[in-house]
């Protein structure tokens, strides 16, 4: 029988994201996604996107693959193909779960702490 590793929750995690690149914007970090529309392209120029994504993105994301998505926009909805991979969590990305993590722990403690001090009252202590 196989025991399971213990996760431990404050490492960094390798996480699946939408394959793209960050720019700037108005003084903000915007990410944009890769997506392709296959309408009007041909076989070959289709081959060679997939390509040239591939080898855009191979050095910051692993097992890259097609994800179908519907995109609602005035038009109506439409289908779009997203290119999905996994990754390491940035920086911000890391700080923010651990401070979800830490937030989520101290909640918990003052529950079971208000808990406990009701059942002190209740049974004594």
């Known amino acids: 029988m196989r025991v399971a590793k213990k996760v431990d929750e404050m490492e960094r995690k390798e996480i ?3 394959v ?3 720019t700037e914007s108005f ?3 915007v990410f944009i996604e890769e997506e392709m529309r296959w309408d009007g392209y041909t076989l070959d120029e289709i081959v060679a996107e997939v390509e ?3 080898a855009e993105y191979s050095d910051r994301f692993s097992n890259i693959r097609l994800d179908k998505d519907y995109v609602r926009d ?3 909805e439409r289908t779009v193909w997203k290119f999905i991979g996994n ?3 940035t920086d911000a990305e890391y700080a923010a779960r651990v401070n979800t ?3 989520r722990k101290a909640e918990q403690e003052a529950r079971d702490r208000a808990e406990f001090e ?3 009252a209740k049974f004594g202590g």
């Open 16 to 18: 699946t994201a939408a």
């Open 20 to 22: 793209g690149y960050e």
């Open 27 to 29: 003084r903000r970090t």
């Open 52 to 54: 040239r994504i591939r």
């Open 74 to 76: 005035y038009d109506g």
């Open 87 to 89: 990754r390491m969590e």
């Open 101 to 103: 993590i830490n937030q």
């Open 118 to 120: 009701r059942l002190k």
